[in-house]
């Protein structure tokens, strides 16, 4: 908390020129003061609440709250206090960052060289504010991948004399992530990094700064394996060597059992693999619960014999949730924590019977990810739309334990970063009805309010235009296959060609207009990832339209780009951090290669669904949907969800609801709330539905295509809806689940996920089409109709 204290008198400084004193005790005079304390332990807080002139009860048994209340004449000789009570030590702390990021200092204004505003006065309105408690218990990001920015950047640039992400790297992780209202920390584990923990030094500051630290789903037992696990690999059996692996995570529990920490439970393989010793699924459920037992005994041994008591999280990651689907038995008072597939869709929900659970659920999400079917370590185009499906919907149905979102390199994801951890602190301020007002709030308070609009606007159009296909995902052949096109026809590509190329003018417009003391900060956060993003697209595609020196000016742009980012922006704060897909030639088989012109036999100046329908596709390939994309250009009829022409909901208030920002339209639709049952198709009628205005030009048979987001269904089976044209009944459309496999690959590369049925109209021109939301979960983006058969003319 002093920390915190010293921090919010700097901000003051920064602020407005003048360093305000500190001092423990009271003193004897003063017009106004600023006085922190936790509730119950602050003699002058108590001495407030016994006068009846600061009320501690809402405090009183409260997770990471806080109050913040102007008092007048609270002591003698004081005119007027400030006063931040929190109800622990982190719940004073958040009140004093609340109060800095009240005057104006950006959590960013560190990790993103965010200038504050200059003021010659600091007003607050009176009253009393309340904070908390938090939606979520534990919220936090894991710093990961960490080999091509933050390591060597913190080795060589940051901190020369560790040589490594070390103590004075978390420091400022550490304030950052209080600073965001979060409070838990899973810390960088590639083997380029020294172990958090090998460090008593670490864990010490972590203490210090009240953070608690957790590790990984593939470091059981605060162990960074690819580290500290010294034996043979083969050696880290369960089976073969129970006493070994046991005393190996008896010392790191012994070492920090007094520390604040979340202990991951299980065992996996010793760097995100399957577990080594096992040799089925049987085999391996019965000895992860034998490994669970043997586990909490530790904990027993070493922090609480109450060990129901002691913060535990069973990770439920890649093939280990197909385990406890398998009917795998995870100890009541543990957090489950349900994986996204790495992408950004969760994979698993909390049915209402184990929402009984002591020990609830949590979420592990991306926002960044090495591994197949190709990463995305670059830029950081999530939106925050998809960030808010996903993490709304796992809340709704009882994940509100934990929340970790892995950022990578942490830069350049602030955006959905911060809007990640501002829905785990507060799960209601941002709505549909709202969403689309985040980034220009964040803008305003990062940049002020003039060039705000200007700034929101062009992250809005760089989301939405890089969500069909992220930067680091532009190629369309996987590692180890052969060259392929795009597969997009040539008016798609002029429109996205067209549409990056207004968006880096913009950019680069607006540019000139930002104050010269937040040129670092507009570089950092907006210019960079914007322009960068449109260079990588227009490289690629002229290159593949055998435009070469276009394609060859882009590619020199950008590698200029990063250059001056890692070198001279905040006058070479970030040297060395920042580094083009792929940074190299490690891991292969999950990037997409460095860029080079296509071969001279596969460059066109059109790419047509006949030549795609002839083109040799390979095995591995065969399954995805979008080598031949149903396009705009050969549909009779194209349109987005979000424009239907009437909206019914469903017999419990279910209704779809379009999202700002989601899906290739940057409109999609969904049913909400997402506790609404779900519904057979028989009971159609009870669920919601919306129409469309279509204009046909024939009758016959028609297919319609609706493009869904690659989303899990809640129940963990089939995506469901269900259509019909005019009166016609209902009609079910299921997308069965694809949770891996070259369908999903495709999938998470395009999101996008594509459902069919057949539209039969009788007559040419106007009809309705009717969608019903059989289930929630279903996020529905637009439609394609295209003839099946030859169309019967009517005259």
């Known amino acids: ?186 810390p960088a584990m590639h083997a380029c990094t020294r172990a958090f923990n090998s460090d008593p030094a670490n864990a010490r500051l972590a203490d210090s700064y009240g953070i608690v630290m957790g590790t990984s789903h593939a470091e059981p037992m605060l162990r960074n394996n690819v580290r500290e696990w010294t034996a043979p690999k083969n050696d880290y059996n369960y089976l073969a060597n129970r006493d070994g692996v046991r005393a190996y995570w008896e010392e790191r529990v012994a070492s920090n059992a007094r520390y604040e920490s979340i202990f991951t439970l299980g065992m996996r ?56 689907r398998q009917g795998l038995r995870v100890p009541d008072d543990v957090t489950i924590v349900w994986p996204d597939d790495n992408f950004g869709y969760i994979r698993n929900f909390a049915t209402p019977a184990e929402r009984a659970r002591s020990g609830g659920f949590g979420v592990y999400y991306h926002v960044s990810y090495l591994g197949r079917p190709l990463s995305y370590l670059w830029l950081c185009t999530t939106p925050p739309a998809l960030v808010w499906e996903e993490m709304r919907k796992a809340y709704d149905h009882g994940a509100d334990r934990l929340w970790i979102v892995n950022v990578g390199d942490l830069k350049p994801a602030e955006i959905p970063t911060e809007f990640f951890l501002q ?217 987005d969800a979000s424009s239907f022409t009437a909206s019914a909901p469903g017999a419990t208030d279910a209704v779809w609801t379009a999202i700002p920002g989601l899906g290739h339209s940057g409109r999609a639709l969904t049913v909400l709330p997402f506790s609404a049952p779900a519904r057979a198709l028989a009971e159609a009628d009870a669920a919601p539905r919306i129409d469309y205005a279509v204009d046909l030009p024939a009758a016959g048979l028609f297919t319609l295509r609706l493009h869904l987001l690659p989303t899990h269904a809640l129940a963990g089976g089939a995506l469901r809806l269900a259509v019909a044209l005019d009166d016609q009944p209902p009609q079910l459309v299921e997308l069965p689940r694809a949770d891996g496999g070259s369908e999903w690959s495709q999938a998470v590369l395009d999101n996008e996920r594509i459902a069919e049925s057949t539209l039969a109209p009788s007559t040419t021109g106007r009809h309705t089409l009717r969608v019903w939301g059989l289930e929630p979960g279903v996020v529905l983006d637009r439609f394609t109709i295209e003839p099946l058969a030859p169309a019967t003319p009517v005259p």
């Open 1 to 186: 908390m002093a920390r915190a204290a010293d921090d919010l008198a700097t901000d003051i400084a920064r602020v407005t020129g003048i360093a305000p004193t500190k001092s423990a005790a009271l003193p004897p005079s003063a017009r106004a003061i600023v006085l922190v304390g936790v509730a119950g332990r602050s003699p002058l807080l108590d001495r407030l609440a016994t006068t009846g002139k600061l009320d501690l009860r809402p405090l009183s048994g409260a997770w990471e709250s806080f109050v913040i209340q102007t008092v007048a004449q609270p002591f003698p000789g004081v005119d007027q206090a400030l006063v931040i009570a929190g109800s622990d030590r982190r719940g004073a702390i958040y009140g004093l960052y609340e109060i800095s990021a009240a005057i104006g200092v950006s959590p960013w204004h560190w990790w993103a060289d965010v200038p504050p505003a200059q003021r010659s006065s600091l007003v607050l309105a009176a009253g009393t504010n309340r904070f908390g408690p938090p939606s979520v218990k534990y919220r936090g990001i894991f710093l990961n991948d960490e080999d091509w920015g933050l390591q060597p950047w913190a080795a060589k640039t940051f901190d020369p004399e560790y040589g490594d992400i070390g103590p004075k790297t978390y420091a400022k992780v550490f304030e950052l992530l209080l600073r965001l209202k979060a409070n838990t920390l899973w």
């Open 269 to 324: 393989g010793i760097h995100d693999s399957s577990m080594v010793g096992p040799k089925t699924d049987a085999e391996r459920i019965a000895t992860l619960e034998r490994i669970f037992a043997d586990q909490r005994a530790l904990l027993a041994q070493h922090v609480s014999p109450a060990v129901e008591r002691v913060p535990q999280i069973f990770c439920a990651y890649k093939e280990v949730l197909d385990l406890y």
């Open 423 to 639: 829905m785990a602190w507060d799960i209601d301020r941002w709505r549909p009805e709202n969403l689309d007002s985040f980034l220009p709030d964040w803008a305003a308070r990062n940049f002020g309010p003039d060039n705000a609009p200007a700034i929101a606007a062009l992250l809005a159009d760089y989301y939405r235009l890089n969500f069909p296909r992220k930067p680091e995902h532009l190629q369309w052949w996987l590692p180890k296959e052969p060259y392929r096109p795009s597969g997009l026809s040539e008016s798609e590509v002029q429109t996205r060609r067209a549409a990056f190329a207004d968006l880096r003018r913009r950019a680069e417009a607006l540019r000139p207009a930002i104050p010269a003391a937040q040129q670092d900060a507009f570089y950092e956060l907006v210019f960079y990832p914007v322009v960068g993003s449109a260079l990588a697209n227009e490289r690629y595609f002229a290159g593949e339209r055998g435009q070469l020196d276009t394609a060859r000016a882009a590619d020199a742009r950008l590698a200029a780009e990063t250059r001056f980012f890692s070198e001279q922006v905040a006058g070479g704060k970030w040297r060395g951090f920042m580094n083009l897909e792929p940074a190299s030639s490690e891991w292969a088989s999950m990037r997409i290669a460095p860029w080079a012109p296509p071969p001279a036999d596969q460059r066109t100046c059109s790419v047509t669904r006949q030549s795609l329908d002839s083109a040799s596709i390979s095995p591995r390939s065969e399954t995805r949907q979008a080598f031949r994309p149903p396009s705009a250009d050969t549909a009779v009829v194209a349109f």
